[in-house]
């Protein structure tokens, strides 16, 4: 498996408190992102990490604010969490393959966050 | 991205091969079929990919119709454990950024 840890894996907090997950690799991989999991919905991509300090929103992005400050961590923030925001988050990383561009993603195992 | 439609089940004898389609019929020249999997509630697992040609690992064999606008996935003999969602993606390795899931197919292998 590759080297990737969520943490915390679960996490119960209450509606309007700040929440952030960890994730960290040990591949030294470049790409990193954060997804979202709910019930009748697949992967729904949250931010992407193209670099250290270097970000981008996804698909669903309202609410959420990340941080990538070295290449192992990536930070994903709930400045104020709302309920909306229970779900499963899945971290990921991918690399660079020197004649395939981008190479596929590795998963973590996911944070499973319910706020109240 | 290009979409992709997949059946939202099916359901597979055990030990019998499991044919999963996905259609992209809007899938461009430079775009890779990656095929993921998720067991219950578990981050996804990389199966495979592949751009033109026919590709098979130990875990499963990809099929690529020639006008590239559908493929399918093959688990030669699958077992209780194959149980789980099969997602399909077509992906740029030029746009890390797009990298979209569906809704995937559940296949139920049954004893």
């Known amino acids: 498996d590759a080297g990737i840890t969520q943490s915390p894996r679960h996490k119960v907090t209450e509606t309007g408190t700040p929440v952030t997950l960890r994730c960290h690799q040990t591949?030294?991989?470049?790409?990193m992102y954060w997804y979202r999991q709910d019930p009748g919905h697949g992967l729904r991509l949250i931010h992407y990490s193209y670099g250290v300090k270097d970000t981008d929103k996804g698909e669903v992005s309202d609410g959420y604010s990340v941080s990538r400050s070295k290449t192992e961590d990536f930070l994903l923030t709930l400045e104020s969490a709302t309920s909306s925001q229970t779900s499963v988050y899945f971290c990921?990383?991918?690399?660079?393959?020197?004649?395939?561009?981008?190479?596929?993603?590795?998963f973590g195992q996911g944070t499973r966050l319910t706020v109240v | 991205d290009a979409k992709t439609t997949q059946p939202p089940s099916m359901d597979c004898a055990e030990g019998r091969a499991a044919n999963l389609p996905c259609n992209h019929s809007?899938?461009?020249?430079?775009?890779?079929v990656y095929w993921y999997r998720q067991i219950h509630s578990q981050g996804p697992q990389y199966i495979i990919h592949?751009?033109?040609n026919n590709e098979t690992n130990e875990m499963a064999s990809l099929i690529i119709t020639e006008d590239r606008k559908s493929s399918t996935l093959i688990l030669p003999h699958a077992t209780l454990r194959d149980t789980a969602v099969y997602y399909c993606i077509v992906r740029s390795l030029y746009n890390f950024n797009k990298f979209y899931f569906g809704s995937g197919t559940k296949l139920n292998v049954k004893p």
């Open positions: 990921a990383i991918s690399g660079i393959s020197g004649t395939q561009g981008n190479t596929e993603a590795f």
């Open positions: 809007t899938i461009s020249g430079n775009e890779y």
């Open positions: 591949e030294n991989h470049r790409y």
């Open positions: 592949g751009l033109k």
